[in-house]
């Protein structure tokens, strides 16, 4: 397993952007599909984006597509996510995940697939 820890959460007004990092201590880290789910007040936890091992592969949860993009530096052991346009129901807090599970041609997408997680970043947006 990883360690996972994220950041970059804050406040931001309707419109504007974050980046939320994860970063991932331990060994191997190429070997992590890696995900952002997040879960709002009052809401169920929901898949926000997720990244496969080697990068190539991506998917959105479907009120995200457009807006926001995951990307990962192997060498940084690091995943990040570029939100922009955010609005008002994209407050929640964040949380970032890995899997060591391989699944083609789309990335895991199940939570009970994802070994390690983060303690989360809260992202408020003021609308």
């Known amino acids: 397993q990883v360690q996972l820890v994220e950041s970059g959460g804050g406040y931001v007004q309707a419109g504007g952007s974050l980046r939320l990092s994860c970063a991932a201590s331990?060994?191997?880290?190429?070997?992590?599909?890696v995900g952002w789910f997040r879960q709002g007040p009052g809401k169920e936890r929901e898949i926000v984006a997720v990244?496969?091992?080697?990068?190539?592969?991506?998917l959105y949860g479907g009120s995200v597509k457009g807006r926001f993009t995951i990307s990962r530096e192997d060498a940084k052991n690091t995943v990040h996510l570029e939100m922009n346009d955010l609005k008002f129901e994209d407050t929640a807090v964040y949380y970032c995940a890995a899997s060591a599970r391989e699944t083609w041609p789309l990335p895991v997408r199940n939570p009970a697939d994802f070994d390690s997680w983060g303690q989360g970043t809260q992202v408020t947006v003021s609308s």
């Open positions: 331990g060994r191997a880290f190429s070997r992590y599909a």
């Open positions: 990244i496969s091992q080697s990068g190539l592969s991506t």
